[in-house]
């Protein structure tokens, strides 16, 4: 007659009378990964890993994670036959390409990824369907079984950024290159490379961020594929033409089937030709006919964790807690720089990794990405009060709630809410409604729901973890225990 605790993609189930046994799951695809290896046995494959699991009772078995697993499997089966195949000669003649010479910065990246690879490479994959059903689940299982470290996992966002940065610092490069080879051609540079320096124009520019992007991982996995910003939506059909034609592999989750992306957006024809190359290098796979929001779960099944409040009373419950969560130790406001501009922190706890804002200072003034990131990197516990219900009138406000939301959530911060309604009530539209900003809020809704669950609260805080092949990345533990007293809570 006791009722059974499932942690499943992430979530806790309760199940009635059920016979299988109590099981917590924090990280299983990677102990079963892991396990692999110091048995020196043969590398799993996603969907061993997934039927060990199931087996098990860690996992639940769903039928559309299995689907979607099997379009995985056959993906991790080829770039495995191929790495073993080609990866090594390829290597070889890159070095012997590859210049140290300061020329080099801009000119010997090029040469090296424009040869062609010696076999095509195999057909990605593009996962969509509703949010909480466990797509990311499955990318990440696939992610963490591949062997060797070419490849990359991040989110959208941030990957983007990242490819804007990149150009930017090449553009900045080039325009100094140019200088000096009009000023002083014959110190710096030979006839025939202040010739080629001279006619560099957004191409090339445009060739060292992909090489960068490339030398992060050949296998770029993209969670959350959602295209709503212009400037993303103008430059992926280049970005990823030139990825693909020097190998690269993508695998993508989104909300969005892919004639969906950038629905409505400004200049969208210029946009479509980047679908059909999407269709082209991707199996797309759906996994709409799922109605389990494994989030949705998560929350619900964490009631009295007061990390997001919702009331009369709920300001005064949330000053209560941050009170107690920064007690004793000095409070001020500070400033994180970014991108050559700063990002104001209105009250902060640098000792204790807190920050504190209101909804106007993050979502109403014009910050992005790039601002939400710094402060993900920075602090540990962020506290927000003031959400207000939004309609399509403050679309812009929803749009940066979207991203600020995401940024936190990927990196694994504590995030203490005060708000006007549950997280599906604080964005009202109609049935009419055609806005990009009202489909992507459904999964902020479902992200808010399971960062207030006891297992979101107990993840690990990422601090600077963007990529996760990035060798270097420093995973920060932060534990936030909500029972009995908000005081005795951070451990960092």
């Not at 406001?333 to 000792?351: K, Y």
Request: hydrophobic share 35%; net charge neutral; proline share 3%.
């Amino acid at each position: 007659g006791f009722s059974t605790l499932v942690v499943t993609q992430g979530a806790e189930c309760r199940f009635p009378k059920t016979k299988i046994r109590h099981v917590r799951v924090l990280s299983a695809t990677n102990r079963h990964y892991q396990d692999a290896g110091k048995n020196n046995e043969e590398t799993k494959t996603p969907l061993q890993i997934y039927q060990e699991m199931t087996e098990e009772g860690e996992l639940l078995y769903d039928a559309h994670q299995m689907r979607a697993l099997k379009y995985m499997e056959r993906l991790h089966t080829e770039w495995t036959k191929r790495v073993e195949s080609d990866y090594p000669v390829q290597a070889e003649e890159e070095k012997k390409e590859t210049s140290s010479s300061f020329w080099g910065f801009l000119s010997s990246t090029s040469k090296v990824i424009q040869k062609a690879t010696l076999s095509p490479p195999p057909k990605g994959v593009y996962l969509h369907g509703g949010v909480g059903c466990g797509k990311t689940f499955c990318m990440d299982l696939f992610f963490d079984s591949l062997p060797g470290d070419d490849k990359q996992r991040v989110h959208f966002h941030a990957f983007m950024l990242r490819i804007h940065q990149q150009v930017s610092v090449s553009q900045t490069w080039g325009l100094v290159c140019l200088s000096l080879a009009t000023i002083s051609r014959s110190i710096f540079f030979s006839d025939d490379e202040a010739k080629e320096l001279e006619g560099l124009e957004g191409a090339a520019m445009f060739t060292r961020a992909v090489h960068k992007t490339l030398e992060r991982g050949r296998v770029v996995c993209l969670d959350e594929f959602q295209v709503t910003d212009v400037a993303d939506a103008m430059i992926l059909k280049r970005l990823f033409t030139m990825l693909f034609d020097r190998g690269a592999v993508l695998v993508a989750t989104s909300n969005r089937p892919p004639q969906d992306l950038y629905l409505h957006g400004l200049q969208r024809d210029r946009f479509l030709p980047f679908i059909d190359l999407l269709e082209e290098k991707c199996d797309v796979v759906s996994m709409w006919d799922s109605t389990t929001d494994y989030r949705l779960i998560a929350g619900r099944d964490s009631k009295g964790k007061k990390v997001y409040f919702v009331g009369k009373d709920s300001k005064r419950e949330l000053d209560a807690a941050f009170v107690q969560m920064t007690e004793g130790f000095s409070i001020r406001s500070t400033s994180l720089s970014t991108q050559g501009r700063l990002v104001h922190v209105p009250r902060a706890s640098l000792t204790r990794g807190i920050a504190r804002f209101s909804f106007e200072d993050l979502c109403t003034k014009a910050l992005g990405a790039a601002d939400y990131l710094i402060i993900s990197q920075t602090f540990h516990t962020v506290f927000v009060e003031g959400i207000p219900r939004m309609d399509r009138n403050q679309a812009n406000w929803v749009r940066r709630l979207i991203v600020l939301i995401d940024t936190l959530y990927e990196a694994n911060v504590k995030l203490i809410v005060q708000a006007a309604a549950e997280p599906t009530d604080l964005f009202v539209t109609s049935k009419d409604d055609v806005l990009e900003e009202s489909f992507a809020f459904d999964r902020t809704a479902s992200r808010l729901e399971e960062m207030r669950s006891e297992s979101y609260v107990q993840k690990q805080w990422l601090r600077g973890v963007t990529n996760k092949s990035t060798p270097d990345s420093k995973r920060v533990e932060s534990k936030l225990r909500l029972e009995p007293s908000l005081s005795e809570n951070i451990v960092s």
